[in-house]
């Protein structure tokens, strides 16, 4: 699928630069010059990214990015931000707008084109659908980060599968075998009481967040991760 970047600047040249470089790295790109125009055309078509100048006539770029998110809709569009020499002051200010990034002008194209590709990773990792969670836990499918309280945690391979496959099949009895199975695959040998070890190290990164709980023992059964925190 292409990836829709909104160019939203006053000035017609940097427009048309922008375009054509953008277009030659294979983005699809649309164009407003005015706050106005960039309202109605992401109403028609929701962008992936969008670069906002900051000068903009009547709205502002840096309003128009305050006013993008408090739209439900909308808040998520990740924005750079683009701003003349001398503005730079303002750098503070158009990030505590909303906007991701920042990049003074004249646009250094190759830095702008590596600026959009990590803003796009990261906008990417985040959304939701890449996201399992449950209670205070959030697991990033795309980057395999764990957050837990929204603090980033370190898992390993193997307990990151094992959060995975819990947070995906939640309230549910597994035998050891099963786990084995499902977690680390059939054609894997390894003892059941692996399962135990590994399970073990999963509580005791949960501890320290008070949600070891979670990861409930179910006598001569198995185990069960539950959302219910505390039997
Ligand atoms: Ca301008």
Redesign the pocket.
């Known amino acids: 699928m292409t990836t829709r970047v909104l160019i939203i ?3 017609k040249p940097i427009r048309e630069m922008l375009r054509f470089a953008l277009e030659r790295a294979g983005y699809a790109v649309d164009e407003a010059g005015d706050a106005a125009a960039a309202t109605s055309l992401i109403s028609r078509q929701r962008p992936d990214l969008m670069l906002v ?4 006539p009547e709205v502002s770029g840096v309003n128009l990015v305050r006013s993008l998110r408090r739209s439900e809709i909308n808040r998520d569009i990740p924005v750079i931000m683009l701003t ?1 020499r001398g503005e730079e002051g303002g750098r503070v200010t158009g990030l505590e707008a909303g906007a991701d990034d920042y990049m003074s002008k004249p646009v250094a194209i190759k830095e702008l084109l590596a600026r959009i590709r990590a803003l796009l990773r990261r906008s990417r990792g985040f959304s939701k659908n890449e996201t399992l969670q449950a209670g205070t836990i959030r697991l990033n499918i795309a980057t395999h980060q764990v957050a837990i309280d929204g603090k980033s945690v370190h898992f390993r391979q193997t307990e990151y599968r094992l959060l995975k496959f819990f947070l995906q099949h939640p309230e549910r009895v597994y035998s050891r075998g099963q786990l084995l199975d499902l977690v680390w695959g059939e054609t894997v040998y390894v003892e059941e009481r692996t399962v135990d070890v590994h399970i073990l190290r999963l509580r005791k990164l949960l501890k320290p967040y008070g949600i070891d709980s979670m990861v409930q023992t179910v006598r001569g059964a198995g185990y069960r991760f539950s959302q219910s925190v505390g039997s």
């Open positions: 600047e006053d000035e100048d900051w000068m903009l003349a």
